[in-house]
Every structure is written in structure tokens, then in C-alpha cells.
């Protein structure tokens, strides 16, 4: 079974501020989707990534696909509290079936 | 977008007793849902696959017969927790995969179940 690391655990930063979290995983990802979760919510897709190497924006997000496809990162810019959530990555093994990484808890401080 | 609605929101039950939870797709027919269940502070785990007319496919570690799927129709998945107990106690979520266009799936906004 493949296992998804994602870095930070937990983060808390000032509004405004600039943040990265990861996402790992032990073997190659066929393609890697990342979500946010909010408090009593489902989660939310926000982008797949399918290359390797592959950027994709979202408004002030930005998700890089590791060249290997062995990892992803997350960026936001200037921050914001609606930021505030719990971001998950999630790989789609092409099976119809997700698994979800350990996720990162961004709190966005006003 | 896509829409997948759960029933109830929330619920508290008494050890022993069960308890059925709804997964709708209200604007797309759903061949394939997906049951999740989440801790606190914790990731999203894979429950099981429901498939339409057939039997659900359990991930390791999950009893089927304490936790009854049925999907029966395009539009609508149930679970139920059998005797349920304290450490039953998660929020569970579904998700329904549309099959037309992107084929993505899209979440509910889950169900908190607390047992007494």
C-alpha cells in the first residue's frame, strides 16, 4: 500500500505570509489530486496534476508535481484566514479508488 | 458543480443500537460511492467501494457486516453501523464518482455519528 506523507503536520502563520506543504509519497503517483477540508465538511478538490514537473495556479495557490512524480508541493502567497483548513493530497490509482495522504492543518492567523 | 448531499448530518445513538446514513448524488447518476471515515485530526480512510446493484468491495480491516452498504439505485448509497459502539464514534463521508466528463469524484459533507 502506498503511503502518503504530507509536511508539515501543522502550520499556523500570520495573514499575509507566504507557506509550502508537501506531500511524499514511498512509490511513483499514477496522478495526485490535492483538496482542502473545512471543520464538519467534506473535502473539496482544487487540482489534479497528471505530469511530471506539471505546474498548475489557482488564484494565489500554487501545485507543483514532482519530475519524478514521486512528490508535490503546495504554495500559497500571501495568505489569507479563508486559507484556514485541512489540505489533503489524494492519489487516484487508477482504480477509481483515492488514497488520501496524512494532511496538513494550515491555520491563517488574522 | 456536482452535488452529493448526506443525511443526517449528525447523529448520537446508544451503544448497541444502529444507525443508517444516506449518500445522495442529487444532480448526477453515481455508478460507483465511496464510504470514508475520519477521526479526529486525522486523514480520510477508505471504508468501502459501493457499486450499483452489486455488493460493496470492504478495504482490509473493515467488517462488512457490521457496516452494511447498499447502493441501491443510481442517486442513492446507504451504511449502516450494526450495534454500534463508542469507538464507532467518526465522522463518515461519501463520495460519488460521475462518470460523465472528468469522472471525479465529489464529496458529501459528511455525517457526525457520536455513540453513547
Known amino acids: 500500500t502506498q503511503l502518503l506523507e504530507q509536511s508539515p503536520q501543522f502550520l499556523s502563520i500570520q495573514e499575509g505570509e507566504n507557506l509550502t506543504v508537501y506531500c511524499n509519497s514511498s512509490s511513483v503517483f499514477s496522478s495526485l489530486q490535492w483538496y482542502r477540508q473545512e471543520p464538519g465538511e467534506g473535502p473539496v478538490l482544487l487540482v489534479t496534476?497528471?505530469?511530471?514537473?506539471e505546474v498548475k495556479k489557482l488564484k494565489r495557490l500554487t501545485f507543483q508535481f514532482g519530475d519524478a512524480r514521486k512528490d508535490s508541493s503546495l504554495h500559497i502567497t500571501a495568505a489569507q484566514p479563508g486559507d484556514t483548513g485541512l489540505y489533503l493530497c489524494?492519489?487516484?490509482?487508477?482504480?477509481?479508488?483515492?488514497?488520501f495522504g496524512t494532511g496538513t492543518r494550515l491555520t491563517i492567523i488574522p | 458543480g456536482a452535488v452529493v448531499s448526506q443525511h443526517p448530518s449528525w447523529v448520537i445513538c446508544k451503544s448497541g443500537t444502529s444507525v443508517k446514513i444516506e449518500c445522495r448524488s442529487l444532480?448526477?447518476?453515481?455508478?460507483?460511492m465511496f464510504w470514508y471515515r475520519q477521526f479526529p485530526k486525522q486523514s480520510l480512510m477508505l471504508m468501502a467501494t459501493s457499486n450499483e446493484g452489486s455488493k460493496a468491495t470492504y478495504e482490509q480491516g473493515v467488517e462488512k457486516d457490521k457496516f452494511l452498504i447498499n447502493h441501491a439505485s443510481l442517486t442513492l448509497s446507504t451504511l449502516t453501523v450494526t450495534s454500534a459502539h463508542p469507538e464507532d464514534s467518526s465522522f463518515y463521508i461519501c463520495?460519488?464518482?460521475?462518470?460523465?466528463?472528468?469522472?471525479?469524484?465529489?464529496f458529501g459533507p459528511g455525517t457526525r455519528l457520536t455513540v453513547l
Open positions: 496534476v497528471v505530469t511530471g514537473g
Open positions: 444532480d448526477f447518476q453515481a455508478t460507483t
Open positions: 489524494a492519489e487516484n490509482f487508477g482504480n477509481e479508488k483515492l488514497t
Open positions: 463520495s460519488a464518482r460521475d462518470p460523465v466528463g472528468t469522472d471525479t469524484q465529489y
